[in-house]
């Protein structure tokens, strides 16, 4: 018997998303803050969370990733001071970049009844939905991790699950420069990443990309309520915060 069987299954209305719009975030502390908020939905499961941020440049090797992957010599990554870290995460090796939106969901999984290929696919469709408004069509490739545009990665998934609470996520090139890129690849066969900035032909403004993807995460999601938040204590003493209601 599924584990969802064995839970009450509540709509996602039902269900509070707490947004964080934070600015550029250490990896480290980033990763501290979606185990506090994984904390606390746990044992609270009538609340969801999403952070959105950028990371300072670091690169990331998921379950599927592999040094390989990784084309900078150990010499030029020290001179660069840019740490490789390996996390608990699906998906490949990541390189963080300012410009590159860091999505991280915190959803009770089992109380909005989603399995983990529900979860994958929902959030491969929000990117593509928000791609999709600027003009680029995208599509998912097939490697599950990865969404593509003219056969090159735009966005990579990867993600974890601790009692079916989802954390980590996805990354989505906005406006990020291109060239190191060209150097961590996502997976052992794919080209280097492109940006939604690049595929449009034009600049675009990020507040305006982070707007529509809440647009389609709630969408797609089903979230009836939706709180704003522009810091988190945990992460200092500046607060701010702003609350709004979807749409049913």
């Known amino acids: 018997m599924s584990v969802f069987a064995r839970a009450p299954l509540e709509s996602a209305g039902d269900t509070a998303l707490q947004a964080y719009l934070l600015g550029s975030v ?4 980033a990763l501290a803050l979606q185990r506090q908020l994984v904390y606390h939905v746990a044992g609270a499961r009538d609340r969801a969370a999403l952070v959105l941020c950028e990371h300072p440049p670091a690169i ?11 084309l900078y010599e150990p010499e030029e990554l020290c001179s660069l001071r840019w740490r490789v870290r390996w996390v608990n995460r699906g998906g490949g090796c990541l390189l963080h970049l300012p410009g590159q939106m860091a999505i991280y969901p915190i959803l009770p999984l089992d109380r909005l009844a989603l399995g983990l ?33 003219g056969g090159r990665p735009v966005a990579h ?3 974890a699950v601790r009692e079916w609470v989802s954390y980590f996520g996805a990354a989505l090139n906005v406006y990020p420069d291109l060239e190191p890129l060209r150097k961590v690849r996502t997976s052992p066969a794919a080209l280097p990443m492109t940006s939604l900035e690049r595929e449009r032909r034009g600049p675009l ?18 979230f009836g309520r939706l709180s704003l938040f522009f810091h988190h204590p945990a992460l200092g003493s500046r607060v701010g915060t702003g609350t709004v209601n979807s749409r049913p």
């Open 157 to 159: 998934l990867g993600v």
């Open 117 to 149: 290929q529900d979860y994958l696919n929902r959030l491969r469709q929000v990117l593509i939905d928000v791609l999709a408004d600027f003009s680029v069509p995208a599509a998912a490739g097939p490697d599950s991790a990865d969404v593509y545009v």
């Open 205 to 222: 403004r990020a507040a305006l990309v982070r707007e529509r993807l809440l647009e389609h995460f709630v969408a797609r999601f089903g």
């Open 60 to 70: 990331t090797v998921g379950r599927q990733g592999s040094r390989a992957h990784i």
């Open 26 to 29: 250490e990896f480290e502390a």
